[in-house]
Structure formats: C-alpha cells, structure tokens
C-alpha cells in the first residue's frame, strides 16, 4: 500500500526565524496575536527545545507578507535584547500527506533519503500524524518536487 497519497507544492514562502527568543508563552502569544492582527497568514511554526531562557523560533509566511511581517515584529521585540529576525524568501514548501503514515515506520528518513540522493537540503520541517512540510530553497522546489513524486508515486 503507498503511504503518502498526496504530494502538493506551494510557491513564495518565506521563513522568518529568530534565535534567542524568550521560551515564554506570553511571548509566543504576543506575538502570534499582533501577527494575527496585522492579517498574515502563517503556515509552518517550528520551535526548538528551550535552551536555559531562550530558544529558536522559525515560521513561514507568504513572501509578499514579508513587509509587514517586519514592521509587526520590529513593534513587538522592544526590550527583548538580541532578538533579530533572519528572513529568507523565494521558498518552496512541498507537502507530504498520508493517513497511513501513523502506521508506518520510516516515512521521513525515506523521504530524508530521496532528497539526500538529489542533493537537496531543507530550510525547514514540520510533521503531524498525517503530513509532513518541508521548505527548500526556490532553485530545488522543481528538482524536490520530481525527486518526491518519482520515488513515492
């Protein structure tokens, strides 16, 4: 039985990440609300395991909210020292889903392998249950994407 039984691709998405982010709810919340407010759409959230105090936050956004994806969090960090947004955009995310993953040992190292075999490196990961979110850089979404759908059908 194949696992993953939808493969799709999504266009100019940008990762915005921050390390030496407070490893606060109330800064996560803050956050995430004027984000909210500011009317962008974020997509993928990943965060590290706190490190002491801190830790490492990353999300994607669409390219075209970059702009204001800066301003709102430019008017958030106020007295948060070192907290400095990195921003790379031009991004794929390919979309892996799959209702039988959760009974499938392996899903993502055979996925890790076949963009391994094509030499392409991830920007970001996020998984649930049933999908797994990968972000490449824009030259290798078409290469990722060929990769993918020929391994896994």
């Known amino acids: 039985m194949k696992v993953i039984s939808k493969i799709s691709l999504t266009e100019n998405v940008a990762i915005v990440s921050f390390e030496k982010v407070p490893a606060r709810i109330g800064f996560l919340s803050d956050l995430f609300d004027r ?3 500011a009317g962008i ?6 965060q590290t395991a706190p490190k002491g105090e801190q830790n490492t936050l990353a999300f994607t ?3 075209g909210d970059v702009p204001r994806i800066l301003s709102t969090v430019t008017a958030l960090k106020g007295g948060e020292s ?3 947004p990195l921003v790379s955009s031009g991004n794929i995310k ?15 190292a055979e996925v890790f392998s076949i963009l ?3 030499g392409i490196d991830l920007l970001l990961i996020t998984t ?9 850089s824009g030259p290798n979404g078409d290469a990722a994407l060929c990769a993918l759908e020929s391994a896994l059908g």
């Open 94 to 108: 390919i979309s892996l889903y799959g209702e039988e993953m959760p009974s499938k040992v392996g899903v993502a």
């Open 35 to 37: 984000v909210a407010r």
């Open 82 to 84: 070192g907290m400095m």
């Open 116 to 118: 391994k075999e094509a």
């Open 41 to 46: 759409n974020v997509d993928m959230i990943s």
């Open 61 to 63: 956004v669409s390219d």
């Open 128 to 136: 649930s249950d049933v999908d797994i979110s990968l972000v490449v």
